[in-house]
């Protein structure tokens, strides 16, 4: 059995409490890591931390209610957090939004074209920052972001959502060259094509992916991924933005 290296760390998740982040709580759980979740919805809170103390009854998990675009509502966030399970040594930023889609650029508001931004980038970089000065005395400290192929390829009707994520593999690349070499902090993010959150149903409009033609990954699928990313044994691994779209980046145009 491989050893990952998470026992005994202190780990925080954004967006902890449905979809990819609960599936990373609940993988850091189950290798003994000390973990805490924060998420918007109080009632999402209460379901996911009984879900997770249920399935890992010997773990410490613990949440904080937090709007990961405000800055006080998270420095609050993450000090409770922080207070609670002792430091941080990792830290996942899987909170987004796939804000309206289907519209196209006329028809965009650009109110709502700023609530994505400011969920999943201006999100992204307070996590970085709020939990920077716990992340410096932690031991071999992440920051992984979860991003989207959506940062990488296109789609008509989500321009927001592909601005933000072209943001986010941004933000990875220049986070890691400005926490590696003075810190040690390694910062990477996972881009994964459809997930199978409740987010990317209600954006489809759909109530299941059963029995469509193309592929979809489960939550801890990626889950699985964001560990791999975060492990000590990725050492060598750091601004990579892992794409996770089932090879589709890597077929040429050319009709062979």
Not at 210 to 228: H, K
Request: aromatic share 6%; proline share 5%.
């Amino acid at each position: 059995m491989i050893n990952l290296g998470f026992q005994g760390r202190n780990v925080l998740i954004t967006g902890g409490t449905s979809g990819i982040g609960l599936a990373v709580a609940d993988l850091f759980a189950g290798e003994q890591a000390r973990v805490g979740i924060i998420g918007r919805s109080p009632e999402r809170m209460d379901s996911a931390l009984k879900t997770l103390r249920a399935a890992h009854p010997e773990a410490k998990i613990v949440g904080a209610v937090g709007d990961v675009a405000d800055e006080d509502s998270m420095r609050n966030a993450v000090t409770s957090i922080v207070s609670e399970i002792g430091g941080l040594d990792h830290v996942v930023n899987s909170a987004g939004i796939a804000g309206a889609l289907g519209e196209t650029v006329d028809q965009v508001q650009a109110a709502d074209f700023l609530e994505v931004q400011k969920i999943n980038v201006l999100g992204a970089f307070l996590a970085a920052k709020l939990a920077l000065p716990y992340l410096k005395e932690g031991v071999d400290p992440t920051y992984t972001l979860v991003g989207s192929d959506s940062g990488f390829v296109t789609a008509p009707g989500m321009l927001a959502y592909n601005a933000s994520k072209g943001a986010v593999a941004q933000l990875t690349r220049a986070l890691s060259v400005e926490l590696h070499e003075p810190h040690g902090i390694r910062v990477n993010s996972v881009c994964p094509s459809i997930v199978d959150t409740p987010m990317s149903r209600d954006g489809m409009g759909i109530e299941s992916f059963a029995g469509v033609d193309y592929p979809v990954s489960t939550p801890e699928n990626i889950a699985w991924l964001v560990l791999s990313l975060a492990s000590p044994n990725s050492v060598a691994v750091n601004g990579v933005s892992l794409l996770a779209d089932y090879g589709y980046h890597a077929r040429s145009s050319f009709p062979a």
